[in-house]
């Protein structure tokens, strides 16, 4: 469940203002300084990534066309070019669920005010952003209604009713759907909406160890995610009891990191429930012993929020930075037809290079406008992230050759058409594997190991992202809290790694001096 | 759009008693006669189709795990066996649409009541029925703000911001999500809900055949979905003025109908929309010549009530039929060990069965759960709609070969194991077209031509599906329906099919007697 991003939403002081969105519009704020391309062309963003992270971020999902901001704070339209990225997602991971025979489902957006205030320490992580129907054209509804923020307790009452004997076990659905946090500050397109769209995994199982299984497993398809599709390295880790899912037993998530902002992002989340819900929800089964028991159960989410990830990550001051495989044009052809040259036969060049790799299966288009420039149309598929530019110029045409340059370094080399296919298909199988490099390598230079107060304050201050050894007390972390909160938002805990360095032994928690009983991320996040 | 469902929803009294889904659960009511089957089995229905056919498809649903009852009123739970059939329809959807060049995004749920109410007729509409969102959390809200019940006020204003120049079109989009229409009686799960899911495309185009020939295009994938994928037939036609979307220029859909009730239900619309939204919203561009010019759209739409009609269509008193190419288990396989047989053998040979059938994209699976007899399973598969039974015991084995059973006409044969995936792709195919051909029969037996009122009266009272010439005039219309309200609702236009038969010179109108201008079926409706 990104169940845990409402946890954040409580930590409203965490959100800094370099981080914010600015609403609405972002092309309102397009006046000031420009970057020449943009003089050029009229396109090329007015911020710079490392000068003011949250409106380069707003403008570059508007003018790369993934957003339109809407007339309700907090809700944004997902345009084609983003949602074609959450649908590859989706092609991906509804199979693989599939093979683990989950079973999609569809509950109510719907959820009455009793049975969502049945778990009391779940609905008080939510309550504060329940939306409520209370009216329907001109009448005022009997009792109000809640939108769902998650489907936990809109779910669980028919799991008590479906779930009798072992033979029902486990139960595995999975639903993709809009949810509604009605959020009141900061929110940021993508990062943190109003109303998102996800899937969310409910499971109950006979044993906790089936439960516990699933959870990594799960928590293995969101590392796949991030880390093969959007290119964006991630950590598999273990949530504080602090930050844990409200109401569940343990939560683990994927944990990624924006280097401009220093901040830590929860990517996904897999959470096991244990019987907590099942004891509330009355989920009981006769097992195979005929004894009356009680079932295990997990949730897990990922959401749209992965896109504004790949964004953050990726992106860079000529606009966004799509990897290869989530891209839906992977490579865009582009004619350069100099005056006096043979026109027709490099638009027809164009027209066979796009044909070629298209019935090899890769995206491919070409851009055959004849009121824009070749100048205009590099700037404009740079904007929006295409992997992979070729040019097709007279020369090329004499050489029998295509020109291709990389999005995401710029790098330009020539390519005998004869074995066109092989070289695309080589450049973008590497493009997808220096993107995720480069990012770990901006992401890894980040990390730094403290062992002291001393040395975590500082580290905080310089945006790092810190691994500590920790005695795993929830008093300590609240206190570590309190001492770092300013202007900049609190460190807290992110996740405590699955693989865990080794302890050399009476090493000592950095924050308290009690013996440290795990290594653990810390900083600023999202 | 089933934009027009919501001109239905005015019409409330032509629901009547017998086609209503009882409400709260079927379940309940189960206590009376019992069939045969149930007595022995635990299984079966309590009501009979052509007896109770509002209890009957509230059974059947409930007990063939479609559908779940939620606690409030009027919203459903679609369960996996329902879900599956709703993806295999979006599986051959989506892809045709994104061969037209229509290309998906989300827009949010929400809207503000300023633009709700930009187009008159439309929210005139739609108002009724509209769920408001009033508080977040314990606030209340500045400005009430409603959930969509369709998107053309929330996605219009942002077209008109998009769309500059004659190159910006056609403008093509899609979004599968739910929608609310909070109407306040008669539920019936799949058909009319307050909550459903659908999608709906928005199209803008330069001219109006372009518009005009997308509305057709797009009509005919909807005519597929209906006759290759849920072997329903239906009638391609135009809606009156009166039945038309409201705000729109012409409305065309797909009609089915359901023999047993005598109604016709409204399958799936593709309106055109004309300039009417295009004026109110200001979508205007630059056309080839420099003119300033107002762009033609276009809307379109299918939902779950898709399901809600094969079920109607094609059950029966044993549970649900479904036909083969939307069924997620077309073949189910029964291990039939009768006392001091070779169990293990049979067992292999179930699971070698379903491996050859799954290894060539047929969808089988085996039920060799030991807690239940062969007669409870076939019962309990029956019930579930699966296609195809197979049943393998002693003699099967001996024999080398297996005994097909067929859920929509109950033929045994048996077939040898050496031929069987050619045997079982014919069967299935056949099924498919049975239940086509089964439906078509029963649909054509209830249409009758009528020429004179006093043919109409009586035809209406013998639940016909009839087909009148008419002069096509709205007050006509009015007036017909003024004539034929009664317990059961009246009668209406459910369309002029697109092919009209030949009418003769001189033909009148079989309400009015002025002259007819084009043959409309007629006749009560969902």
């Known amino acids: 469940m990104a169940g845990s991003e409402e946890k954040q939403s409580k930590a409203k002081e965490t959100k800094a203002k370099e981080t914010k969105a600015k609403e609405p519009k972002a092309k309102a704020t397009s006046g000031g300084k420009k970057k020449e391309v943009k003089k050029e062309t009229g396109l090329g963003l007015s911020h710079k990534k490392d000068e003011n992270f949250g409106e380069w971020y707003s403008e570059v999902i508007v003018n790369g066309e993934m957003i339109e901001y809407y007339d309700i704070s907090g809700c944004y339209i997902i345009r084609p070019w983003a949602m ?71 779910m669980y009452p028919y799991y008590s009713k479906w779930i009798r004997g072992h033979r029902d076990l486990p139960l595995k659905l999975n639903q993709w759907c809009n949810v509604v946090r009605w959020e009141f500050s900061n929110p940021t397109p993508f990062i943190r909406s109003r109303e998102f769209l996800w899937q969310e995994g409910h499971t109950a199982f006979a044993t906790k160890e089936e439960a516990d299984a699933e959870v990594l497993d799960i928590l293995e398809l969101y590392r796949r995610i991030y880390e093969e599709f959007l290119a964006i390295p991630v950590i598999k880790g273990k949530k504080s009891e602090l930050e844990k899912f409200a109401g569940g037993l343990y939560t683990t998530s994927v944990e990624a990191f ?124 740079e904007m929006r992230g295409v992997p992979l530019r070729i040019e097709i110029g007279p020369k090329d045409l004499a050489n029998n050759q295509v020109r291709a340059v990389r999005r995401d370094n710029g790098a330009k ?114």
Not at 94 to 116: A, G, H, R, W
Not at 341 to 357: K, M, S, Y
Not at 478 to 499: H, Q
Request: glycine share 6%; net charge negative; aromatic share 10%.
């Open 84 to 154: 074609s990225i959450w649908e590859t997602m989706q092609s991906f991971f509804d199979p693989e669920i599939k093979k683990m025979k989950i079973q999609n489902c569809y509950f109510p957006l719907f959820v009455s005010p009793t049975v969502l205030q049945k778990e009391t320490d779940h609905i008080e992580g939510f309550a504060p952003e329940v939306a409520w129907v209370t009216k329907s054209g001109e009448s005022d509804l009997e009792v109000p209604i809640a939108i769902r923020p998650t489907s936990e307790t809109v």
């Open 413 to 526: 080399v020539d390519l005998p058409r004869d074995c066109l296919l092989k070289k695309v298909e080589e450049l973008i199988e590497n493009i997808q594997d220096s993107l995720f490099n480069a990012a770990k390598q901006k992401r890894d230079a980040c990390i730094q190991i403290v062992k002291t107060w001393d040395e975590f304050v500082v580290a905080v201050s310089q945006k790092k992202l810190i691994l500590a050894p920790w005695c795993d007390e929830e008093e300590v972390e609240k206190d570590v809290k309190a001492r770092t909160k300013g202007e900049m938002g609190a460190a807290k805990s992110l996740c405590s790694p699955l693989e865990q360095p080794e302890m050399p032994e009476g090493t000592k928690c950095f924050a308290s001096g009690k013996p440290a009983t795990k290594w653990t991320y810390w900083g600023r996040s999202y």
């Open 258 to 381: 924006i280097p401009n902002t220093g901040r830590g992002v929860q990517g996904a989340t897999s959470h096991c429930l244990g019987q907590n819900f099942s004891k509330m929800f009355e989920i009981n089964f006769e097992n195979e012993k005929g004894e009356k028991a009680m079932v295990w159960q997990n949730s897990w989410a990922y959401s749209t929020r992965t896109i504004g990830v790949m964004v953050m990550v990726h992106g860079d001051d000529k606009g966004l930075v799509l990897p290869p495989k989530v891209a839906s044009v992977q490579v865009i052809v582009i004619p350069v037809p100099y005056k006096d040259a043979d026109t027709q036969g490099i638009f027809d060049a164009c027209n066979a290079t796009v044909e070629t790799l298209c019935e090899a299966g890769i995206r491919a288009s070409a851009d055959l406008r004849d009121n824009y420039s070749p100048g205009w149309k590099y700037s404009h598929w």
